[in-house]
C-alpha cells in the first residue's frame, strides 16, 4: 500500500466526470487499498479516486469514531435521498477550509464491493453527508459550488465551536 498525492482545488483532474469500472484488476485492488490509507492517513472520512488523480468510479468512506468500518463503492449510485440537513462539509481537496452546505439528511446508494457484488449502503448525517459529497466528485463537482456563505479557515470554525 502506499499514500497517493491528493489532488487540490484548480486540479483539472477534480472536474471530470469519472469512468464505470467494468472489472477488478490487481491494479484496481492496490488503487482502493491506497485510497483508504491516504484517507486515514490525512484524516478525512471519504474519498474519491480522481482526487487521487484517476478518472474511476470509486469511492471510500469511514465516518466511524476508530475509522475501522471502511466502506468501499465501486459504480456507485444514488438510489433515493430525503429529508435535509444543513452543516459545515470539508474536503481533502480543499486543504484546511470549511463551508456550509445543504444536503439531503438520507441517502440510499446502490454499488459494487470490490468483489464486483452488489451491495446497498445507508445512512442519515454524516454518512449521508459523506455519500452525496464523494458521488458527486465522480461527477466531477465539488462541494465549494454548493456552498451558501462563504469557505471558512478551520481554525475559525474551531473557534466558533468552543
Ligand atoms: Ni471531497
Given at each position: 500500500m502506499?499514500?497517493?498525492?491528493?489532488?487540490?482545488?484548480?486540479?483539472?483532474?477534480l472536474?471530470?466526470?469519472?469512468?464505470e469500472?467494468?472489472?477488478?484488476?490487481?491494479?484496481?485492488?492496490?488503487?482502493?487499498?491506497?485510497?483508504?490509507?491516504?484517507?486515514?492517513?490525512?484524516?478525512?472520512?471519504?474519498?474519491a479516486?480522481?482526487?487521487?488523480?484517476?478518472?474511476?468510479?470509486?469511492?471510500?468512506?469511514?465516518?466511524?469514531?476508530?475509522?475501522?468500518?471502511?466502506?468501499?463503492?465501486?459504480?456507485?449510485?444514488?438510489?433515493?435521498?430525503?429529508?435535509?440537513?444543513?452543516?459545515?462539509?470539508?474536503?481533502?481537496?480543499?486543504?484546511?477550509?470549511?463551508?456550509?452546505?445543504?444536503?439531503?439528511?438520507?441517502?440510499?446508494?446502490?454499488?459494487?464491493?470490490?468483489?464486483?457484488?452488489?451491495?446497498?449502503?445507508?445512512?442519515?448525517?454524516?454518512?449521508?453527508?459523506?455519500?452525496?459529497?464523494?458521488?458527486?466528485?465522480?461527477?466531477?463537482?465539488?462541494?465549494?459550488?454548493?456552498?451558501?456563505?462563504?469557505l471558512?479557515?478551520?481554525?475559525?470554525?474551531?473557534?466558533?465551536?468552543e
Amino acid at each position: 500500500m502506499a499514500i497517493r498525492t491528493i489532488r487540490t482545488i484548480g486540479d483539472d483532474l477534480l472536474y471530470h466526470r469519472s469512468r464505470e469500472v467494468k472489472e477488478i484488476t490487481p491494479r484496481i485492488r492496490t488503487l482502493v487499498q491506497d485510497m483508504l490509507e491516504t484517507m486515514y492517513d490525512a484524516g478525512g472520512v471519504g474519498l474519491a479516486a480522481p482526487q487521487v488523480g484517476v478518472l474511476k468510479r470509486i469511492v471510500v468512506i469511514d465516518v466511524s469514531e476508530d475509522a475501522d468500518s471502511p466502506i468501499i463503492l465501486i459504480n456507485p449510485e444514488i438510489l433515493e435521498t430525503s429529508g435535509k440537513q444543513t452543516g459545515y462539509e470539508g474536503c481533502l481537496s480543499v486543504p484546511g477550509k470549511s463551508g456550509i452546505v445543504t444536503r439531503a439528511n438520507y441517502c440510499k446508494v446502490k454499488a459494487l464491493n470490490e468483489n464486483m457484488e452488489e451491495i446497498i449502503v445507508e445512512g442519515e448525517e454524516l454518512l449521508a453527508r459523506a455519500l452525496q459529497h464523494e458521488l458527486a466528485h465522480l461527477e466531477g463537482e465539488l462541494y465549494v459550488s454548493l456552498v451558501e456563505g462563504d469557505l471558512i479557515d478551520n481554525s475559525q470554525l474551531q473557534e466558533e465551536g468552543e
